[in-house]
């Protein structure tokens, strides 16, 4: 009599748990779930592809994944993309895929990266990034602080491009106390023509930015180095790799880094968050000194700055 008892008690007991499982199942299926759409301009391309994977690990949620260097979208295929698809929020990695969402998604927010200068794009309500240009005034601090006798620093821009960068940096320069000496290439200039008018302002190093008007190929690098290395000017570069060919500091943006940044800002535009800042610039950096070079030309530097370098070529 007693073990029958203890039977109908463990019966009802699993007939409880299991009202319990499916009521909290229920209420799970009943909570709506954001849904995302990642619009990837080209995942081959590692500074596209690895936002995309750090965005996805960071966020913990499934996410809708385009890439369109897959095949020719059609404003149609765009169109029909969207709406079958309602997201919540879209993520655009590169200037195409923001672009191509900007038209099409009306008030859905849209959080972009990987994007050069995106101050020359159009920009409304509801649109957040993360910016692929370090601030300025951070990287002439590093320049500073790392070669402390360094005070003119030339610098090829362009209007379409880098305007809108060049005069942030003008300023932010004056209150670090250092002189920018900026040469903007117009249409047709020869790169060859405009750098010489440039170094023949005695600037004591060259910044190479990224600017597509300045370096559309290997050769106009080439051109950069051979002139700034004939007269010893040392040359900051955003890009590590530039190192291997006689740049003297670069100081990159860290990519892994733009893609949880992202997923951070998608998160707080979900939750209706109170955004200061709308673009972020990167919150991490990659630095790396070519002392071999900064020895050749006998640069001044401050040994004490070298543990804040994360590479060091000797």
């Known amino acids: 009599m007693l073990k029958r008892r203890y039977l109908v008690y463990e019966i009802l007991l699993c007939c409880l ?19 995302i759409l ?16 750090e965005f996805q690990q960071s966020l913990g949620m499934p996410v809708i994944l385009v890439d369109l260097a897959e095949r020719k979208w059609t404003v149609h295929d765009l169109e029909e993309l969207f709406y079958d698809e309602s997201p919540d929020l879209v993520y655009c990695i590169g200037t195409r895929a923001y672009l191509m969402a900007y038209k099409y998604v009306g008030k859905t927010p849209i959080v972009f990266s990987s994007i050069l200068n995106w101050l020359r794009l159009p920009i409304t309500n509801r649109r957040y990034g993360v910016s692929n240009e370090l601030h300025a005034g951070m990287e002439m601090m590093l320049f500073r602080h ?12 362009s209007q379409k491009y880098t305007e809108e960068w060049f005069q942030a940096a003008n300023e932010q320069a004056q209150e670090l106390g250092l002189t920018i000496i900026g040469h903007r290439i117009e249409k047709k200039e020869p790169l060859d023509v405009a750098l010489t008018q440039l170094l023949e302002k005695k600037v004591d190093a060259f910044w190479l930015i990224p600017d597509p008007a300045v370096i559309s190929n290997s050769n106009d ?15 900051f570069s955003y890009n590590e790799a530039f190192t ?48 071999k070079k900064v020895k050749e030309y006998h640069l001044h530097y401050n040994e004490d700055a070298l543990g804040s370098v994360n590479t060091i070529l000797e």
């Open 221 to 235: 690098l080439h051109v950069i180095l051979e002139r700034c290395d004939t007269q010893k000017i040392p040359v």
């Open 38 to 53: 990642v619009l990837n301009s080209d995942a081959s391309v590692e500074k596209y592809r690895i936002p995309q994977e």
């Open 17 to 35: 748990i299991g009202a319990l499982y499916r009521s909290a199942h229920l209420a799970y299926a009943e909570t709506p779930q954001k849904k």
């Open 244 to 291: 291997q060919y006689g740049v003297v500091l670069s100081i990159s943006v860290d990519t892994p880094t733009i893609g949880r940044q992202a997923a951070a800002l998608a998160t707080s535009v979900l939750a209706k968050e109170d955004l200061t800042e709308l673009v972020q610039f990167p919150a991490g950096s990659y630095i790396t000194l070519n002392l």
């Open 146 to 157: 790392i070669f402390p006798e360094i005070s003119k620093i030339g610098v090829l821009y």
